[in-house]
């Protein structure tokens, strides 16, 4: 009686199973490079952060304002207002920056405790976590907006930019023609020129030490911080010009 066949090194058997085996683990690299090439294009065409966006909250009840721009919700999210950059509040030390408790106080007399929508641009979120979002309250206050047209605060546009940039430019532009808020009650030493950075719409004195980093391709030159306000440039928070 034959006993069962033994295949040995070199057979066509052994051959074969080798052939099946790299045509399977070929198959499997092809088909995972599909995977990564098709998480690629979604990450660079926006998908996945437009699936992102379509979970994000579109509504929520402010049950805490931390400062001129930043709300958190009942629902347990941080909400940073898009385009808008209150003074500075210190929370430790208690040395806030100049206009800062009056953009908290109008803050919190527009959202807090009440039911906001929220509605959001290019990017989700800033580089902290939280909600970069446009706030309406439920009577049609457009809060980003209309913080910068009582000149509690600032355009803030960011390197990447945002569609209502425009927008809100021609309320600063308007609030500081007229020196509403922080345009008109916040003495600043005056300098012979400033600089600005094209790129983060941000702009220096002369002798700040950020400033002086701004390559030239950058650089433009204001000269006045009014010129550089009405433009849509914010100022340095080192060297507050």
Known sequence: MKGPRR???????SNTSAAVLCTMVGMACAMAMGVLSRVAWAEQSG???FSEKAIAPKTGVVVKVLDGDTVVLKEGFTVRYLGVDAPEMDHTSRRHDC??????????????????????????RDDYGRLLAYVT?????????QLIREGLAYVFRG?????????????QRQAVRERRGLHGQCAVREETFY???TR??????????YGAKVHLRHRLEF???????EKGFRPCRRCQP
């Not at 941000?202 to 030490?209: E, K, L, Q, T, V």
């Not at 000269?223 to 306000?229: D, E, F, I, P, S």
């Open 7 to 13: 295949y040995q090194k070199g057979t066509g058997w």
């Open 47 to 49: 998908f996945l952060r």
């Open 99 to 124: 206009y800062a408790l009056q953009a908290y106080e109008r803050n919190r007399a527009m959202v807090l405790g009440r039911s906001v929508r929220l509605s959001y641009d290019r990017h989700l």
């Open 137 to 145: 309250t439920a009577d049609g206050l457009f809060v980003n907006a």
């Open 159 to 171: 390197s990447e930019g945002f569609s209502k940039f425009d927008e809100f430019v021609a309320l």
């Open 195 to 197: 600089l600005g950075n």
């Open 200 to 209: 983060s719409f941000i702009f220096h004195r002369p002798a700040c030490a």
């Open 223 to 229: 000269a006045t911080r009014w010129q550089a306000l």
